[in-house]
């Protein structure tokens, strides 16, 4: 078996990086996988070099495949949400921080930023209504209010809540 994996595991790495698309972590797990069947085929491989390199890359390739369809069927895993970092429902201090903050860095944005996030976020106007309201497209409501939030996140800078 380590004269097999000697031979044979460099190219295999190097074709299993390039089905992976460079995920290294990825393609020594599916080469692991892949001398564990050789291992367990030992008796049944073929005694020409050649022969087993062949095998090899068979296998390797139907168990990246078996790999990229069962992450697929899975469905897309999440991060966790520290619930310690999260202010309680009934406080509302980080609210009125917040709001101070957000009060203070209005008038630092463009008029038209301005107008448009008051109007979405304070006075819970939709788009087609403001855009109504202003005489502009509602994609240019979007835009601005886009934009807005951006510059709005520049000015204040990231704001951690714990």
């Known amino acids: 078996?380590?004269?097999?994996?000697a031979a044979h595991a460099d190219p295999l790495l190097r074709f299993l990086m390039r089905l992976t698309l460079g995920a290294r972590h990825l393609a020594e797990d599916l080469l692991?996988?892949?001398?564990?069947?050789?291992?367990?085929?030992?008796?049944?491989?073929?005694?020409?070099?050649?022969?087993?390199?062949r095998w090899l890359f068979t296998v390797a390739r139907r168990i990246a495949i078996d790999?990229?369809?069962?992450?697929?069927?899975?469905?897309?895993?999440?991060?966790?949400?520290d619930i310690g970092r999260l202010p309680a429902e009934t406080d509302g201090v980080e609210r009125?921080?917040?709001?101070?903050?957000?009060?203070?860095?209005l008038p630092?944005?463009?008029?038209?930023?301005?107008?448009?996030l008051v109007d979405l976020y304070f006075r819970g106007l939709s788009?087609?209504?403001?855009?109504?309201?202003?005489?502009?497209?509602?994609?240019?409501?979007?835009?601005?209010?886009?934009?807005?939030?951006?510059?709005l996140r520049a000015i204040v800078g990231p704001m951690d809540v714990s």
């Open 1 to 5: 078996m380590g004269a097999l994996y």
């Open 127 to 151: 788009t087609s209504e403001l855009a109504r309201r202003l005489g502009i497209p509602e994609g240019t409501v979007k835009s601005r209010a886009h934009n807005g939030l951006r510059s």
């Open 108 to 116: 630092k944005l463009k008029p038209e930023q301005r107008t448009v």
């Open 96 to 105: 009125v921080v917040a709001a101070h903050i957000v009060h203070e860095a």
């Open 67 to 81: 790999a990229a369809r069962a992450r697929k069927a899975r469905p897309a895993e999440v991060g966790t949400i």
């Open 32 to 53: 692991q996988e892949t001398m564990m069947r050789a291992w367990r085929s030992i008796e049944n491989l073929p005694g020409d070099p050649e022969d087993q390199r």
